[in-house]
């Protein structure tokens, strides 16, 4: 399995499926968009929502073009890789912003061998029915559940 995919403008209609098929879950995504001359590199749970609010903020704010999407497997630390590659591409980091001054196809090669997938779901779901069995036992004022 490709762990990026890559999306031209034209084929962003398939990220919705990919969202879908992921409701419910704990796994999310991160992703590198072509932002204007940049690349915005970020992290969401639904990405085809998150995808068309960028699209919007950059037509509507600054007139940008929004290019191709690379999007990770869904995975459950999404966020630490985000701020994993974060501070990976520090050095091509337009200040101040979530934007890199690179190529998408410049930092591919980086983020395929420097990226970590984990699923951690099982244990995600063992600590909230934990937590659900101890706010139940909370409730009914110790009682044996």
């Known amino acids: 399995m490709n762990e990026l995919q890559i999306f031209d403008n034209e084929d962003f209609a398939k990220i919705k499926e990919i969202e879908n098929s992921n409701k419910g879950k704990y796994t999310g995504f991160f992703y590198v968009l072509e932002y204007g001359d940049f690349v915005k590199i970020g992290s969401t749970k639904n990405p085809y929502q998150r995808l068309m609010a960028l699209k919007r903020n950059a037509v509507n704010y600054g007139n940008l073009k929004i290019g191709r999407l690379a999007i990770s497997i869904p995975h459950t630390n999404y966020v630490e890789n985000e701020k994993h590659l974060h501070e990976y591409f520090k050095d091509k980091r337009k200040r101040g912003s979530e934007l890199f001054d690179c190529a998408l196809e410049e930092i591919i090669p980086d983020i395929l061998t420097v990226a970590e997938y984990r699923d951690d779901s099982e244990k995600i ?17 110790g009682a044996n559940l």
């Open 125 to 141: 779901n063992a600590k909230a029915d934990m937590f659900l069995q101890g706010m139940k036992r909370f409730v009914m004022g």
